[in-house]
């Protein structure tokens, strides 16, 4: 059975954005034009301090609706009411989110018009912060953060990078590109994905390293590219996703959770930490299967002998999850150079797994390192072949053969539990 691939299609939706009182409001005027690109309706609401920043007429032109500022403007509210605009959105886009809107969000006010329609409407609500990076940082937006997503909002971002104020960190709003594309990937109609909408993910991806001493360490070849296009794909189609990252240089996929660690230990105490309560988890990363015995505090020096490192058994994240009783469906990866089959069902079967994915490495132009992959998956009778293709495109496959299964089994249970 091979999948075709095909570009995530956008469905036309109606989205509310909301312009909250920081300087990235700017970039919001980019958004609109994005939005629209996608096939969005967008209608623009206004705190008073954005409109302190940037001009209502911008949003107007752009978004070609106008543009709504207070809840006590008679001439609007005769044209479109608060409640009816609030029935309207499909989908509730905040962008930037200041830490004052966040705060005023998580408390469930309702002191302006933007505060008002989020409490009186159903629609998915989209964060995308934007702020100093010591406010982000600031438990009560950490506090007023884990509240708002308890509740279900979905991140978008922020951004590490240079401020605005001067200063370097956390607190960029997130490009305009990225924001629309994952407020207009999980309002597509790709039915194939739709199973992932308000799923709660784990992924895991790129390396571990293993210290031997302050500078040196074991690692391998793995970008984290593979895991990074699994989890952005599952975002995008409007799963919760949580990612788990071995050190690589690449970006957080827009309204992915991220939490970086470094070696297999870390990673699965970060894996068991996260664990509850997801539906699925998709171990990408290559995780290193042995570790120094010891690790030295200061730098080795350099002798005329020849130096050997004692190595230790890692423990194997994935087998040890599948014992547990609350275990999710879980995905293995298989990185294998020869007899791929019989090594992939080995694991499957060893560790338990609901099903693997197996790439040949060591093939030029797939697996470690490059853009594209090719698999070959496995689960207890039946396989799937998913073609050489862009990693993203293959992430997309292989979620859906994994919404499928995840189906499957669902039904099975539930025909088990009525008979
Ligand atoms: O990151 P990229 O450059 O994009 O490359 C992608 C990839 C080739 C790394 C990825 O597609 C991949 O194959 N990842 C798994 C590589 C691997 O470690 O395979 P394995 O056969 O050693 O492990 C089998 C499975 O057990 C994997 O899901 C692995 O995450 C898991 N494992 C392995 C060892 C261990 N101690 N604990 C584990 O959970």
Redesign the pocket.
């Known amino acids: 059975m091979s999948i075709p691939s095909s570009a995530l299609p956008v469905a036309a939706t109606r989205v509310l954005l909301g312009i909250g009182g920081g300087i990235a409001a700017y970039k919001s005027a980019e958004l609109v034009r994005r939005l629209r690109d996608g096939g969005a309706d967008v209608r623009v609401v206004m705190t008073a301090s954005a409109q302190q920043l940037v001009g209502e007429a911008t949003f107007q032109a752009l978004s070609g609706n106008p543009v709504r500022t207070s809840l006590w403007d008679a001439e609007a509210e005769a044209a479109m009411g608060h409640i009816e605009l609030a029935r309207w959105a499909d989908q509730l886009l905040i962008a930037p989110a200041t830490a004052d809107l966040m705060a005023r969000l998580a408390a469930g006010m309702a002191d302006d018009l933007l505060t008002t329609l989020v409490l009186a409407s159903k629609a998915p609500l989209w964060l995308a912060p934007a702020m100093n990076q010591q406010m982000w940082a600031h438990p009560a937006t950490q506090v007023n953060l884990s509240k708002l997503r308890a509740r279900g909002v979905s991140l978008l971002g922020p951004a590490v990078g240079d401020q605005a104020c001067g200063d370097v960190g956390p607190g960029r709003m997130l490009e305009p590109g990225a924001i629309a594309r994952a407020v207009l990937g999980a309002c597509s109609d790709d039915v194939e994905l739709a199973g992932l909408a308000g799923m709660p993910l784990l992924v ?4 571990t390293f293993e210290d031997i001493d302050p500078v040196r360490y074991l690692g391998n ?7 990074y296009a699994i989890a952005e794909i599952a975002a995008t189609a409007g799963a919760k996703v949580t990612l788990v990252s071995g050190p ?1 240089s690449l970006a957080t996929p827009a309204g992915v959770r991220r939490i970086d660690v470094r070696s ?1 230990l870390d990673m ?1 105490a970060a894996v068991d930490a996260e664990v509850q309560g997801k539906v699925a988890f998709i ?7 042995f570790r120094p015995a010891l690790v030295s505090g200061s730098k080795i020096k350099k002798g005329d002998a020849e130096l050997e490192v004692k190595l230790v058994r ?6 040890e ?1 599948s014992q547990r009783a609350d275990r999710p469906f879980l995905v ?5 150079t020869e007899d791929v089959e019989q ?1 992939a069902r080995e ?1 499957l079967s060893s ?1 338990r797994l609901d099903m ?2 197996a ?1 040949r ?1 060591g093939m030029h132009g797939s ?4 853009a594209e ?1 090719a698999l070959t998956v496995y689960w207890n009778g039946g396989d799937a072949e998913i073609a050489l293709a862009d ?1 993203r495109d293959v992430a997309r496959q292989l979620l859906a053969l994994m919404v499928r299964r995840i189906a499957d089994r669902d039904g099975h249970n539930q025909r088990g539990v009525a008979s």
């Open positions: 895991s991806a790129g390396p070849r793995s970008s984290g590219r593979m895991g690589v297999a699965q171990s990408a990363a290559a995780v290193a299967d890692n423990p194997d994240i994935l087998a999850l293995g990866f298989a990185a294998e090594h694991k560790k693997i994915a790439n490495v697996g470690f390192e490059s992959n990693k």
